[in-house]
């Protein structure tokens, strides 16, 4: 049996990398946006997670691809995307399991904040999973669960709301993080 040979950016042009060549988002990393640009952002990627859920299905992609479209530093990778492809509706057939939107916050903070993978594991994989946790309190605050099942049941099915919400706690987490930003008290949901 052979060993999987990694390409090398010599291999030549256009051929797939085997590691992301940016080291991931720690916790002393600043991102400089004012306060109004960490709004917009925010507003930005709740609107375009339920605008790409009703237009395209997909739970864990469209949360996915509305960070992608409105974080400035989490790149439209397309195998990021692509592999989100079965993860909705709990990624089972029966729902027993957690949230597209869930799943979808998970894949973009280890993006950002995981380990890579280069001849070892390297970074750190504490720092998304602590951010990781922080969205998972909100859709226990907001729904008693991460569960597909549950969580569909306290919007009466409309997955857009729980979409739209996935995505905007995930970019207000990450930019409390990185960008210093502060949510308002009064910080606005999309409506239930």
Known sequence: MTSPRFLKPSDGPGLPLDWDPRPPLGPHVRIELSHSACQSIVEKASALAGEYLEEYGGCAQCTLAALQD?????????????????????????????????????????????????????????????????????????YGSVLCKEVRRKVNGDCRITVSRAALWTTEILLETFASYRRSSTSRLPPQ
């Open 70 to 142: 409105a974080l400035p530093f989490l790149p439209p990778e397309a195998g990021l995307f692509r592999a989100a492809s079965c993860l909705d509706g709990g990624a089972t057939p029966n729902q027993q399991h957690q949230c597209g939107g869930f799943t979808a916050a998970g894949l973009a903070l280890g993006y950002l904040c995981g380990r890579t993978r280069d001849e070892i594991f390297f970074g750190d994989r504490f720092l998304a999973r602590q951010l990781l946790h922080q969205v998972f309190s909100q859709f226990q605050k907001h």
